[in-house]
Nanobody, 123 residues
């Protein structure tokens, strides 16, 4: 059973940066795509970014393209999300997920999820 633990969230002013991390345990995730999703209060969970198992393939939501960068270190079983130029609209709980065979934008393509880390961007 793969377990995912996110960290790196916090309170930041608009224009600031955060680096989110997600460490996987209980099994190797190197052969699976991984993704980041987020959920703001009163809204549905939405796709943020995804990365293929071999890393070169990445996908981003239009709302974060050019500001966020997803990466992974398979040797450390760790997924990252570098978030720059943060906006108040980026405020949400951020979740990492693993299990898709390709970097899907659909949450139902992922089998394992973390508990989330809160990101709050003040204006």
């Amino acid at each position: 059973q793969v377990q995912l633990v996110e960290s790196g969230g916090g309170l930041v002013q608009a224009g600031g940066s955060l680096r989110l991390s997600c460490v996987a345990s209980g099994g190797s995730v190197s052969n699976y795509a991984m993704g980041w999703f987020r959920q703001a209060p009163g809204k549905e969970r939405e796709f943020v970014a995804a990365i293929g198992w071999s890393a070169p393939i990445t996908r981003y939501a239009d709302s974060v393209k050019g500001r966020f960068t997803i990466s992974r270190d398979n040797a450390k079983n760790t997924l990252y999300l570098q978030s720059n130029s943060l906006k108040p609209d980026d405020t949400a709980v951020y979740y990492c997920a693993v299990g898709s065979s390709y970097p899907s934008t659909l949450s139902n393509q992922y089998n394992y999820w973390g508990q989330g880390t809160q990101v709050t961007v003040s204006s």
